[in-house]
């Protein structure tokens, strides 16, 4: 599995709801969805200090100066534009490659039984990810796609 494909699984495996109402899951689905939850946030919190780390060596000192300068001369705003667009290249470049690294995890899936348990307490569970608002059908729909095996 790639590190990207661990990234879309983590948005939606956090934003599974263990209880809502009198509807809960099962003891059993909790400690599966916390076991995956925690594995996928290692990967996360790995890929998110690597990418910090890239971008720290990868800002040149000329960079941090002209742009720390109030009065930039014309010449000294090109050369800042041409800095930033060159780090942004290689900074979207190395996120890119980094993203589809496979990494090892223990990919887990859901059966229909779980994902039924699943529905019955997510069914009114509306969620944003990404920035992005998803109905709960579409949440359940896409979070079967990416879990459900079967």
Request: aromatic letters at 10%; proline letters at 1%; zero cysteines.
């Amino acid at each position: 599995m790639t590190t990207n494909e661990v990234l879309a699984k983590q948005n939606f495996i956090t934003k599974i709801k263990f209880k809502d109402g009198d509807a809960e899951l099962s003891r059993e689905l909790k400690v599966k969805i916390m076991g995956m939850r925690i594995e996928y946030s290692k990967i996360r919190r790995a890929f998110d200090a690597d990418l910090q780390e890239f971008a720290k060596e990868l800002i040149p000192e000329e960079f941090n100066v002209l742009n720390s300068k109030q009065d930039k001369t014309e010449e000294e705003s090109k050369r800042l534009e041409e800095l930033t667009k060159q780090i942004n290249e290689d900074y979207n470049s190395y996120v890119n490659t980094r993203g589809q690294e496979e990494v090892q995890i223990n990919n887990k899936s859901f059966t229909e039984d779980e994902y039924n348990e699943i529905v019955a307490v997510n069914a009114g569970n509306d969620v944003e990810i990404n920035g992005q608002q998803l109905s709960s059908a579409d949440f359940l729909e896409i979070f079967y796609s990416l879990f459900v095996t079967e």
